[in-house]
């Protein structure tokens, strides 16, 4: 099975990305092509939470597929398995930010 992974650095706190996270609706934010997710349960986000999302990825334009939520640790890890044509899962993680070693610059904002 192909294995994806990639890496975005945010220089703030795990505390303060989680509100911005865990609100699947938000996720659209983060999309540069049209793309949307809407919640299939009522209430919010937790181990079991069941979401459906719809939007562009390549060959697909209206792509849909419905997402889980696996695991959740706040502020630091959530985790998702999706289904479509495929099975697919991710985890979302977040750690304190680097900061400069002794000696080097401080990390850029």
Same mark, same amino acid.
């Given at each position: 099975?192909?294995?994806?992974?990639?890496?975005?650095?945010? +220089?703030?706190?795990?505390?303060?990305?989680?509100?911005?996270?865990? &609100?699947?609706? !938000?996720? @659209?934010?983060? /999309?540069?092509?049209?793309?949307?997710?809407?919640?299939?349960?009522?209430?919010?986000?937790?181990?079991?939470?069941?979401?459906?999302?719809?939007?562009?990825?390549?060959?697909?334009? +209206?792509?849909?597929?419905?997402?889980?939520?696996?695991?959740?640790? &706040?502020?630091? !890890?959530? @985790?998702?398995? /999706?289904?479509?044509?495929?099975?697919?899962?991710?985890?979302?993680?977040?750690?304190?930010?680097?900061?400069?070693?002794?000696?080097?610059?401080?990390?850029?904002?």
């Amino acid at each position: 099975m192909p294995i994806v992974k990639c890496a975005i650095q945010v +220089n703030r706190r795990p505390e303060e990305v989680w509100p911005y996270l865990t &609100p699947f609706s !938000r996720h @659209a934010e983060w /999309s540069p092509k049209p793309w949307k997710m809407e919640g299939l349960i009522e209430g919010p986000v937790r181990v079991g939470s069941r979401f459906r999302s719809t939007g562009w990825i390549p060959r697909d334009a +209206n792509h849909v597929n419905d997402v889980e939520i696996t695991a959740m640790e &706040p502020p630091r !890890r959530l @985790a998702f398995s /999706s289904e479509e044509k495929a099975r697919c899962s991710g985890t979302n993680s977040a750690s304190p930010p680097r900061t400069a070693e002794p000696g080097s610059s401080a990390p850029s904002t």
